[in-house]
């Protein structure tokens, strides 16, 4: 028994990573993705890596960004650009450029409606109520996104602090996502949903035992995890310390560590979500050696979303005038820093 939470602690073999404890290297070996998987190789070497990142952080001015942007993306569109959020608007229009690029080379079906669904709902924590109607009648994830809405208009009503409400759309998405995986009969992905899950589960809990708030969005939380959901949920009463040493010896030891400790030395929850999406990005990096099947294309859909989240960091903090060592520690992990770290 944990002797701090009175839990029975989870059976894992401590020794060894996520991805040998659940067989994780199980793919698809799907031969009608080998042109996808190809091309999707070729993508990956242009993903922004650590150094890149550096130059865009260590430009002295606004102009200076702007021509490493262009010539490290090679975006044409930003010759003679100035405005800020014309700049914002093309790195978009990029991104969405090359989602659709990436959707249309999925096979399954399914998958690939999974993946649209769960960028749809970033319309969701942008445009609040107005993400539904904004989505067409016919998209599989339309009535999920008309749920979600009913929900967070509940929260709303309630009277519940934006922050609360900012997480329960953010667990209504990821729990979408998880469902669309564990639904997609892939081995690899369904035990990744199962994973991102936990982590999930893991996230929400240092959130609430930081928030110290009431009414925690826990029923919405997928089931799909190797943990216990009855006892993770008594964990919320406790301190984040007793979540990590319930949780020590299991595969999320280390981003438990890493969250609680920038919990204690920041007194701010961005660290925890850094170290969920860093242990995300690891496991996704185990597709580089696979020439076939759809595990590869959603890898890349990951990278992707991450680089798109790094680039509108550095834009929107240069902007606000963060210094460079204020804003890299919040950057997501790239692919080739994952790669090599797996």
């Known amino acids: 028994m944990n002797q701090v939470t009175g839990l029975q602690v989870p059976h894992f073999q401590a020794h060894l990573t996520p991805e040998q404890q659940f067989w994780l290297a199980r793919f698809s070996g799907d031969t009608r993705y080998a042109y996808a998987v190809a091309r999707v190789r070729g993508w990956e070497r242009a993903l922004l890596g650590p150094v890149h990142y550096t130059r865009l952080l260590e430009t002295p001015d606004w102009q200076s960004l702007l021509h490493a942007l ?40 399914r998958l690939r409606q999974t993946l649209m669904g769960f960028q749809a709902f970033d319309r969701l924590k942008t445009q609040g109520e107005g993400a539904a109607k904004s989505a067409s009648g016919g998209e599989p994830h339309f009535g999920a996104l008309q749920e979600a809405e009913k929900e967070i208009q509940n929260w709303r009503r309630n009277g519940r602090p934006q922050a609360h409400i900012e997480l329960l759309a953010e667990t209504l998405q990821f729990r979408f996502l998880i469902q669309g995986l564990r639904a997609s009969g892939l081995p690899f992905l369904q035990t990744l949903a199962r994973l991102w899950a936990d982590v999930l589960a893991i996230h929400l809990i240092l959130r609430w035992q930081w928030w110290k708030g009431e009414g925690s969005p826990w029923e919405y939380l997928p089931a799909e995890g190797f943990l216990d959901r009855r006892q993770l949920s ?30 204690r030395s920041h007194a701010s929850l961005w660290g925890v979500e850094q170290a969920a999406h860093q242990l995300l990005s690891r496991l996704f990096s185990l597709t580089r050696y696979t020439a076939f099947g ?32 204020s804003i890299k520690p919040r950057l997501r992990l790239p692919y080739e820093q994952a790669r090599l770290s797996t």
């Open 294 to 325: 759809p595990e590869p294309l959603v890898a890349y859909w990951w990278f992707y979303r991450q680089q798109y989240f790094n680039l509108n960091l550095i834009l929107h903090g240069r902007l606000a005038g963060l210094t460079p060592k």
């Open 234 to 263: 008594r964990l919320v009463e406790n301190p984040a310390q007793a979540t990590e040493q319930y949780l020590k010896y299991s595969p999320y030891a280390g981003m438990l560590r890493q969250g609680v400790a920038a919990l």
């Open 70 to 109: 262009q010539a490290q993306l090679g975006y044409r569109e930003l010759t003679g650009i100035r405005e800020p959020t014309a700049v914002a608007e093309i790195v978009f229009r990029q991104f969405r450029q090359r989602m659709d690029e990436l959707m249309a080379m999925f096979v399954h079906r």
